[in-house]
């Protein structure tokens, strides 16, 4: 069981915004739950997003429905994420923790298996996902400049215990879809 947790449907060794939004739409993909700290902003206090990821969020944004979904507890730090585009938002969420994403997925009221959840940690978003029969996606996680960040090691050794775990992952991050 803890093996197929920890399996996302995606993983990729780019951050969301290098994340082809097609590919999501091909997948049936109707709506999209973000983390925010690591995935759409850098590690810190800023709360004014990359460019890259900003113009990302404007293109998925005109095709779904999003929330943004952190484990934060700071309303002020997401909230000033989610006003830069007018997107509801989630603060304390619990990850992974199914409570707080069953709300977010009634709202959307559509089938689980078409919501996908972004994020760039492996035993937080793609755990809390999978548990709830998402459409999980890891990305690597951003620096200031919004480029994948190149000393990661929270990612890494989350992708090295999931390895000695049995996932079936690798210690590193590919390109590979599906379970």
């Known amino acids: 069981m803890l093996r197929q947790l920890l399996r996302p449907n995606w993983l990729i060794d780019r951050t969301l915004a290098e994340l082809p939004l097609q590919d999501l739409l091909d ?3 109707r709506a999209l739950v973000l983390d925010v700290d690591r995935t759409l902003l850098p590690r810190g206090t800023a709360t004014i997003l990359p460019e890259s990821a900003l113009r990302w969020l404007q293109a998925a944004r005109e095709q779904l429905p999003i929330h943004l979904f952190s484990n934060n507890p700071s309303r002020q730090r997401i909230g000033a994420v989610a006003r830069q585009l007018d997107l509801p938002f989630t603060t304390s969420a619990g990850k992974p923790r199914r409570g707080a994403l069953r709300k977010v997925l009634n709202q959307f009221a559509l089938p689980h298996h078409q919501v996908a959840l972004i994020g760039d940690r492996l035993f937080t978003d793609v755990i809390a996902g999978n548990r709830l ?3 999980t996606v890891l990305v690597k996680p951003i620096d200031p400049q919004g480029q994948p960040c190149r000393r990661d090691g929270l990612q890494r050794l989350e992708l ?4 000695w775990l049995g996932s079936g992952l690798g210690s590193g991050m590919g390109s590979g879809r599906g379970r």
Do not use: E, S, V
Not at 160 to 163: E, G, K, S
């Open 160 to 163: 090295r215990m999931a390895h």
């Open 27 to 29: 997948q049936g993909i």
């Open 133 to 135: 029969g998402l459409f």
